[in-house]
T-cell receptor
């Protein structure tokens, strides 16, 4: 049973556009929702995270939107750049244990 | 500033061989983790250590053992490697004790088992 479903699997965006990646979860006990960015050959890096008592969190060009009633959260990358091309993973945590989505490969075309 | 260092970076084993993957962090973090990442999938937690001297099972612990040697080092051992353990293994650490919210990852060990 996959507790965190991530979509789309891959995404192509033009430079300057907005990239949107979505995640849906089932367990209402999840209490922490991080996003990770992973470049080829490297380990994931924590990008931004949100707790369920907040509906939105913004850090630079990256924004998490959180919809508790719909059990969904999304990552928005504004003004997408070729350097943002990477695989992005969402995760959800309960009792300290993280469950990851399957990842979205983002390609930003110049 | 090294962060999380994993060795080796690549390894090929034959079925039944044993091996230990090494991980060390220099950030004085309390918690350390071992994950595996299979193609097209997210990371799955194998084992974690909330603090020196403690270890607990994650989502997929079968076939693995771990040792938290000290605060810096957390090793993962495959006693009898199987082809199903072919994967990329990531070690991670976080400052929060037992939060299971990894903050810093190593660059991985790519393990192939023939």
């Amino acid at each position: 049973q996959q507790q965190v479903k991530q979509s789309p699997q891959s995404l192509i965006v033009q430079k300057g556009g907005i990239s949107i990646i979505n995640c849906a979860y089932e367990n209402t006990a999840f209490d922490y929702f991080p996003w990770y960015q992973q470049f080829p050959g490297k380990g994931p890096a924590l990008l931004i995270a949100i707790r369920p008592d907040v509906s939105e969190k913004k850090e630079g060009r990256f924004t998490i939107s959180f919809n508790k009633s719909a059990k969904q959260f999304s990552l928005h990358i504004m003004d997408s750049q070729p350097g943002d091309s990477a695989t992005y993973f969402c995760a959800a945590t309960v009792a300290g244990k993280s469950t990851f989505g399957d990842g979205t490969t983002l390609t930003v075309k110049p | 500033n090294a962060g999380v260092t994993q060795t080796p970076k690549f390894q090929v084993l034959k079925t039944g061989q044993s091996m230990t993957l090494q991980c060390a962090q220099d950030m004085n973090h309390n918690s350390m983790y071992w994950y595996r990442q299979d193609p097209g999938m997210g990371l799955r937690l194998i084992y974690y250590s909330a603090s020196e001297g403690t270890t607990d099972k994650g989502e997929v612990p079968n076939g693995y053992n771990v040792s938290r040697l000290n605060k810096r080092e957390f090793s993962l051992r495959l006693e009898s490697a199987a082809p199903s353990q072919t994967s990329v293994y990531f070690c991670a650490s976080s400052a929060d004790r037992g939060s299971h919210q990894p903050q810093h990852f190593g660059d991985g060990t790519r393990l192939s088992i023939l």
